[in-house]
């Protein structure tokens, strides 16, 4: 599976962004999805995953009311719509593929490569 995140960008505390995240190659359905994020100086960490037929979604206590993950199985996409973003939600967020929707980074098998979400207070 080839994973292509976009959407990150420049937005002010308050703001939206949605990220999309567009998968290539084996059966998309297949697999749980996840985004994760890596902030300057930090390790990276789960946001939010959603299992293979949308209805199992578990996310990051901090997020849990701003960011919806989301996919659709037609177009091979899973969405993360941001919502009253912060300043600490700052970082580089990938999107992952795996067999089963778990939180840790070394549980998934695919990686995108990172898109970057910058927070202005």
């Known amino acids: 599976v080839q994973l292509q995140a976009s959407g990150g960008g420049l937005v002010q505390a308050g703001g939206s962004l949605r990220l999309s995240c567009a998968a290539s190659?084996?059966?998309?359905?297949?697999?749980?999805m996840a985004w994760f994020r890596q902030a300057p100086g930090k390790e990276g960490e789960f946001v939010s995953g959603?299992?293979?037929?949308?209805?199992?979604?578990y996310s990051e206590d901090s997020v849990k009311g701003r960011f919806t993950i989301s996919r659709d199985n037609a177009n091979n996409t899973v969405y993360l719509q941001m919502n009253i973003l912060k300043p600490e939600d700052t970082a580089i967020y990938y999107c992952?593929?795996?067999?089963?929707?778990?939180?840790?980074?070394?549980?998934?098998?695919?990686w995108g490569q990172g898109t970057q979400v910058t927070v202005s207070s």
């Open positions: 992952a593929a795996g067999s089963k929707l778990r939180p840790g980074l070394n549980q998934y098998d695919y």
């Open positions: 190659g084996r059966a998309f359905s297949n697999y749980a």
């Open positions: 959603i299992g293979w037929s949308g209805f199992s979604i």
